[in-house]
């Protein structure tokens, strides 16, 4: 059965870090890129990065630029999103999907794990 879970999410104060983490199972998640979204209360979802499974490329919403890293580690069938820098704005319902393509539709959903920066 494929799933993708995601945790680390949290409560953090403005300037803070958290490392998400997507795991997969039931299927081998570096076959796929992976993107991650979010979507605060009364906002659209949003793709906030994305990492390709041909070389590794890599895409970032323009405001997190230079504050969150995406990252696979194909050992543990895992992808990251590295948060650095939070700020209250970043509070979102963060999710993880697969797609054969960074620019195709996302097709695979993990449940979601709550960020929230607040002071």
């Known amino acids: 059965q494929k799933q993708l879970v995601e945790s680390g999410g949290g409560l953090v104060q403005p300037g803070g870090s958290l490392r998400l983490s997507c795991a997969a199972s039931g299927f081998t998640l570096a076959n796929y890129a992976t993107g991650w979204f979010r979507q605060a209360p009364g906002k659209e979802r949003e793709v906030v990065s994305c990492?390709?499974?041909?070389?590794?490329?890599?895409y970032y919403l323009d405001s997190v630029k230079g504050r969150f890293t995406i990252s696979r580690d194909n050992a543990k069938n895992t992808v990251y999103l590295q948060m650095n820098s939070l700020k209250p704005e970043d509070t979102a319902v963060y999710h993880c999907?697969?797609?054969?393509?960074?620019?195709?539709?996302?097709?695979?959903w993990g449940q979601g794990t709550q960020v929230t920066v607040s002071s």
């Open positions: 990492i390709t499974s041909s070389d590794g490329s890599t």
């Open positions: 999907a697969t797609s054969p393509q960074c620019n195709q539709g996302f097709d695979y």
